[in-house]
C-alpha cells in the first residue's frame, strides 16, 4: 500500500507535464484538445489522490523523500511529500472540483484564442497547489505558495489586453507579496527557534517550548500575515474582488475553492505552533471574524454578479480561518470541503449566466432567468441555500461546526470567544441575506432587463454537467460531518491523528441542540430578510435602505481601496515621479550641461595646435629643460 | 689624455646649437642638418664617457661604442627616408618651408 500511496507523488508531475504540452505545442492543438489534454492530467491526478487516500485510510501517513532540496553548511532541507489526513484530502478537493472546473472550462472557453494558453496556466496551478499541500517542509511549501500566486496573477490577467484585467492582476501579485513575505520571515524564526524547517518536526517540537512563548506567538502572527496574504483576510483582502477580471472558471477554482484555502491549510498544518501560541491563535481569530463580518457587509452593497460572491468567499474564507485560529482545525477543514462544491457551484452558474448573457455581469440587468436556464438557475439555488446554512445541506453543518468551536473553545475563551461567536452568528445572517438577494436578482423575479432575458439561454451539456455533480456534491458533502453529539463526525475522527490537540468544553446535549436550532432560525431570519426586502419590497424598501450611512459604506467596501491608495499607492507615485524629475531635471540637465563644456575646452586646448613644428618643438625643449630643473632640485643628479 | 668634461661640454654646446637651429629655421635642410648636429653632440658625449670607462678598465668598456653606430645608423635610416619625404614634398609645392606645412591645424 505505501508503494501506492508513493504513486501518487505522480499527481503535480502529470498536471505540469500537462501544462508543457499546451505550453509549448498549443498552437498546433485544434479544437477542444488543449482542454481534453489539460482535463486528462487533472483526471489522473485525482485518480492518483483517491489511491493516496485510500492508501491513507489503510496504512497510515507515507513520508516520500527524494533526495535533498537546498543544502547549505549544516543547514539541509530535504525534498519530499508527505501524505496524511490532511493532505491528502485536500489533494481529492483539488483535483476534483479542479477537474469539474476543466471539464466546465472547455464549454466556457470555447472559441477563445488563448485557451491553450489558459489551459497551460490552469494545469500549472494545480500541480503548484499539489505541491503546497504535499510538500513536507515550509521552503518547498513555499514553492508551491509561490506558483500558485504567479498563476493567480496569470489567469487573471488573462484577457491582457484590456489594462484594467491586467491591473487587477498586477495587484494580486503585489497584495500577495506582502503575505510572502510574512511566510518567508515566519521560516526564518521558526528556523530560529526549531533549528528545522521540516514541517512534522517543528509540529513536533512546538510544545516542547513554553506554552505561549514569545517566539511561538510571533512565528504563528507572521504565519497569519501569509495566510491573510493569500486567504484574503484583514487587510490584505483587496485583491480579491478586483480578482474577478479573470475567467470566471478560474474565480471559481483559484479565488474560491483551492488558492484563498491556502492560509487556512497553512495555519492547520502549523497547528502545534498556533495550539500552543494562544495569542497569536487568538489574533488570527479576531482578524477572521472581523474579516467575516466586514466582507458579508460588503456584499450585500454590490451590484456586479461575481463580486458579490468575492466578498462572499472573502467572508466564508474568513470562517475557515476563524475554525483553525480556535483550534477546531478539522471545522476548518471541513468548511474548506464543503466551501469548495458549495462557491465552485455558485461561480460556475455565474459564469453560465455570464456565459448565456455574452459578457453581462449587472445583477440590476438580471432578473427571471431560473426560467429560461434551468439547470443553472436550480443548482445555483442549492448552492445559495447550502451557504445560507438551510438545514440537512452542506454549509449548514460545517458553518455549525465552527459556530460551535468558537463558543466552546478553551484558550480563546480568554480573548473574547462568546464575542466572537455572537459576531459569526451575525455574520451568518448576513450571508443568508445577501446570497438570497443575489440569488433573487439573478435567477427570479421579473426580468429587468427584456433585451439580457430574450438573449438568455441554457448553457451546452459540458458545463451544466459539472453543475450537477457539483450540486450533488453540496448537498451530500455535509454529512462527512455530522455532529458529533448526533452520529459519527467522520472528517473530524479522520483528521484526528494529524490535528495538534487543543481543549474545548463539553457542551450538554441540550445546548448543542440549542445552538444547531439557532443556526436554523439565524439563517431563516436572513433569508426571510431578504424575502421581504427584495421580493416583498418590490425595490422601495431596498431604496430606502440604501440611503442608509452603512449601505454607502457597503458599496464603497469600506474605502479600504481609498486607503491603501493614499497611504501606498500615491506616495509611491509620487516618490517615482520625484526621482524621474531628478533624473531629468538633475541628471539628464547636468550631462547635457557637461557636453557643452567638452566643446569650450576643445577650442582652448586648438589653441595651442598652431600647426608649426617649431612650436612643438619648442614646447618639447621647455619640457626636457623644466624636467631636467626639476630633476636638479630634487638631487638626482647628486 | 683630454679631460672627459672638454668633451661633454663640447657636446652640450653643440646640442644646444643643434637645438637652437631646429626651432628657428624653417627650412627642412637646415632642420635636418640641426637634427644631425644633435645626434652627433649625444654621439660625442656617448664616445667620451666610453673613453673613460675603458681608461678605467671597465668590463663593459666598448658598449658605448657600439651604441653609437646603433645611432648612426639610425641617423642614416631617418636621413633617408626623411630626405624621401622632402623631395616629394618639393616637388608638389617647390619649397621645403616647413611652416607652410600646417593644413592639419584645426
Redesign the interface.
Known sequence: MNDLVQLASLAPLLALAGAVINGLFGRNLKGNAPGIIASLAVAAGFVLSLIAFFGVRAGGAVRVNFGDFLVAGDFKIGLGFHFDQLSVLMMLIITGVGLLIHIYSIGYMHGDDGISRYFAQLNLFVAAMLVLVMADSFPLMFVGWEGVGVCSFLLIGFWYRDLANASAGRKAFIVNRVGDFGFLLAMFLTYKAFGTLDIQAVNAAAPSLAYGAAILTGIGLLYLLAAAGKSAQLPLHTWLPDAMAGPTPVSALIHAATMVTAGVYLIARTGGIFANAPGAAATVVWVAVLTALMAAIVAIGQTDIKKILAWSTISQVGFMVAAVGAGAYWAGIFHVLTHAFFKALLFLGAGSVIHALGGEQDVRKMGGLGRKMRVTGTTSLIATLAIAGVPFLSGYFSKDAILGALLTSMPLGNYGGQILFVLLMLTAGITAFYMFRWYYLVFAGEPRSKAEFERAHESPAVMTVPLSILAVGSVVIGYVGLPAFLAPNAIQEWLAPVMAHVDFEHLSTSAEWLLLIGSVVVAAAGLGLGYWVYALGSGALAKRLGNTPLASASRGAFGFDRLYRSLFTEPGEGLAEGVASLDRDVVDRGMTGLTGVVPLLGRLI?LL??????AY??AM?LGVLALAVAAALIGVFA | MVQTEYYVALSAVLFALG?IG???R?SAIM?FLSIELMLNAANLAIVAYARQWSAAGAQHALDGQAAVFIVLAIAAAEVAVGLGILVAIFRNRVSTD??E??????
Open positions: 586648438v595646435q598652431s600647426g608649426y613644428v617649431r618643438a619648442f625643449v | 637645438g631646429v626651432l628657428t624653417r632642420l616647413v611652416d606645412l600646417s593644413e592639419v591645424r584645426a
